[in-house]
């Protein structure tokens, strides 16, 4: 008995070398198997939204806070270089003011150019109706808003907007030159799940 196993351990051996008994307890540790989709990701989709974000400075309701002041040099340029102001803007569904709330621009925009008038945008968008209801969009990006159309990223998303990227395209609406309020003509273009 003893003689006729240790003549087949050697065959045991190469046996079980070469086909090895599966199992996570017998995987070496720098070895795991990975879910192919362990967050059950669907199919990614393009999606558009179109609407219209109010930057109100006028009256007793502003949504356009000044934060910061550039300071008061003589290199003051003309377009206002270093200032700051932070939004709690309304995104409405058409360009009236009463028009239906979809969510709001939450975020803060700088002069960032000491030529042409040009923003520094970083504001989210937090859609506040129907299944995005809760959900926000991150746009960071150049704004130079006397051009007729300005590009900027969008560069992620929470809720159903999980791993987002894509690009909106600002175009003003409206300005009054008086107050300052402007509502701009949002189209964002955004890749998710
Ligand atoms: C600004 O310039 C004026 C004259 O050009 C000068 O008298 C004044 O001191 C300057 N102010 C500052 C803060 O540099
Ligand atoms: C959106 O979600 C908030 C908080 O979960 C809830 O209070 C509100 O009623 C919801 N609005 C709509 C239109 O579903």
């Not at 008995?1 to 720098?30: C, E, R, W, Y």
């Not at 290199?75 to 200032?83: A, C, I």
Request: proline share 7%; glycine share 10%; net charge positive.
């Amino acid at each position: 008995m003893t003689k006729i196993f240790v003549f087949l351990l050697p065959l045991i051996i190469t046996f079980s070398q070469t086909f090895p008994a599966t199992g996570a307890d017998h995987n070496p540790a720098f070895l795991k198997s990975v879910k192919r989709n362990p967050m059950k990701l669907r199919t990614e989709k393009l999606s558009h939204f179109q609407f219209y974000w109010h930057d109100i400075i006028s009256g007793p309701n502003p949504t356009v806070v000044n934060i910061i002041q550039p300071p008061k040099t003589n290199k003051t340029t003309p377009t206002g270089f270093g200032m700051v102001n932070m939004i709690d803007d309304p995104l409405t569904e058409k360009p009236e003011t009463g028009s239906q709330l979809l969510g709001r621009a939450q975020g803060f925009y700088g002069v960032a150019s000491q030529g042409e008038l040009g923003l520094l945008m970083a504001m989210n968008f937090v859609f506040l109706t129907g299944k995005y209801n809760g959900s926000t969009l991150t746009v960071l990006g150049r704004n130079p808003v006397f051009h007729k159309v300005r590009e900027m990223p969008v560069i992620g998303g929470s809720g159903l907007f999980r791993f987002a990227r894509g690009y909106v395209q600002a175009s003003t609406h409206s300005f009054d030159l008086k107050t300052g309020d402007a509502v701009v003509e949002y189209n964002v273009h955004v890749l998710h799940y």
